[in-house]
């Protein structure tokens, strides 16, 4: 019986198939040249399938064409015989088992449990605890349902496991955050409580990190757009029409709540990791940076062409700034579906920054207000997303627009009460707010072409006016 790393070998066929399905692989748009398999390392059973199941965990190279190929973490079970329950996961068959993608299988996944609870090392792979944590390995693991570009397994009622699967060497975002916050008590996280790392390239890479769980939890877009729905059902029972603050699931309290969680939290990374002041080139760099989004953007969407010269003043405005602007480490990618409403208030998940970006860019300084832009553009989703496929502007689109202004207005309030006013720099706001919405433009063209009239619209919208 060969190797694990022989029989992935003769199976790159089968992976290179399977990849492009996930939900985490980041290369749909580009077609999977090749599938290398840099390394393996059984960790359940014995090299050479003395076991039944085993758990491989595996680290693949994927050339797209790109100068250097991306790396992914797969978790493979090995099965002679893959029960019913397991068919959906199945990727190939070699050496006459079973080949499976075992974040499915909570028989196999226990192990990754134990591991971190023993501080445990495997060829290289670490398993750690955060100082001062103790990880009670009896629980069993479930899937989170709604993936993104990493797979996270929930451990009973106590523990989230997220596993990232395209690996980038260096510091996480994410897990250096958790802990950076977790050290001065932030109250709006969730605890960091171990890892998974190991090398790649000869650098450092963090493959895994392991959080409290939180039960009981909302989901922030589920929340907003409950809200919404509400709103767009009275409107449509309404000769008079409705209007948000009228309607039951009014949102703008917890909006409200949300801006001055989101502002704690800026201030406690800035208290843990520092802050300054944008020096003399920051701006016209950062300017220069929004003028080659758009600039990428305008090539494939020709569209978004008349309102170029609207953004390109806006942006020229960001470079032009004589203000002091403090940068200082921040979220990097937020959104209402970063956040969950816990019972004891707002928490925000998911610390690693744009992931389509490198990693220099997603850990360098920023000003906290691209984090409040990034709010402000997912109100506007979570209102406008419901009117796809409307044709006719008339009350749904008023009320829309108005649940969006109330609760972009609300969440600024709740900011300025824990921190200085994002609407006290409008031009920079307005500038952070036209660059998310052309990144969304880019987005929703090459995947979403329906949902394309919601960024452009709001970018109609922003760019003509000169305050939220």
């Not at 692989?25 to 399938?49: E, I, S």
């Not at 650098?203 to 877009?221: C, H, I, K, Q, R």
């Amino acid at each position: 019986m060969s190797s694990p790393t022989e029989m992935l070998a003769d199976l790159t066929d089968a992976l290179w198939q399977w990849l492009p399905e996930q939900r985490w692989f980041a290369g749909k748009d580009r077609p999977v040249l090749g599938v290398t398999v840099v390394r393996t390392t059984t960790l359940r059973g014995h090299n050479g399938g003395g076991d039944d199941p085993e758990l491989l965990h595996a680290v693949i190279a994927v050339d797209q064409g790109g100068a250097e190929p991306d790396h992914y973490q797969l978790l493979l079970g090995l099965r002679r015989e893959l029960p019913e329950h397991l068919g959906h996961a199945w990727v190939a068959t070699g050496d006459s088992r079973a080949v499976y993608d075992a974040t499915h299988d909570p028989g196999l996944t226990a192990r990754l449990l134990e591991l971190i609870a023993h501080n445990s090392e495997i060829d290289g792979l670490r398993f750690v605890t955060e100082p001062g944590a103790e990880v009670d390995a009896v629980h069993r693991s479930r899937p989170v349902g709604v993936e993104q570009s990493h797979t996270s397994l929930i451990y009973g009622h106590a523990y989230i496991l997220k596993l990232f699967r395209r690996l980038m060497t260096g510091p996480s975002p994410d897990l250096e955050l958790h802990r950076a916050l977790d050290a001065v008590g932030c109250p709006h996280i969730a605890a960091p409580l171990g890892a998974i790392e190991g090398r790649l390239d000869g650098a450092s890479v963090t493959l895994g990190m392991l959080n409290e769980y939180l039960p009981n939890t909302a989901d922030g877009w589920a929340m907003a757009t409950a809200s919404i729905r509400d709103l767009l059902a009275e409107t449509e029972s309404s000769a008079a029409g409705a209007h948000p603050e009228d309607v039951g699931g009014d949102f703008a309290s917890e909006a409200h709540r949300l801006g001055n969680a989101v502002a704690t939290v800026h201030r406690d990374l800035a208290r843990a990791l520092g802050r300054t002041e944008a020096g003399s080139g920051e701006l016209p760099r950062v300017a220069a940076g929004m003028h080659r989004r758009l600039d990428a953007v305008l090539a494939s969407v020709p569209s978004l062409a008349e309102h170029e010269t609207a953004l390109r003043a806006a942006f020229d405005q960001v470079a032009a700034l004589s203000g002091p602007v403090t940068v200082q480490r921040a979220h990097g990618d937020l959104h209402l579906g970063q956040v969950l409403r816990a019972v004891t208030g707002w928490v925000l998940i998911d610390f690693e920054g744009e992931p389509a970006a490198p990693l220099a860019e997603r850990i360098e300084p920023v000003s906290p207000l691209r984090d409040v832009a990034g709010m402000l553009r997912s109100f506007d989703y979570a209102a406008h997303h419901m009117l796809i496929g409307e044709t006719e502007p008339g009350p749904h689109s008023d009320a829309a627009r108005e649940w969006a202004g109330r609760n972009q207005q609300a969440f600024c309030d709740g900011y300025a009460e824990g921190g200085e006013d994002p609407r006290s720099q409008p031009a920079l706001l307005r500038a952070f707010e036209l660059d998310k919405a052309v990144y969304e433009v880019g987005y929703e063209y090459a995947n979403r072409p329906a949902w394309l009239p919601i960024p452009l619209a709001a970018i109609a919208r922003i760019a003509g006016h000169h305050d939220l």
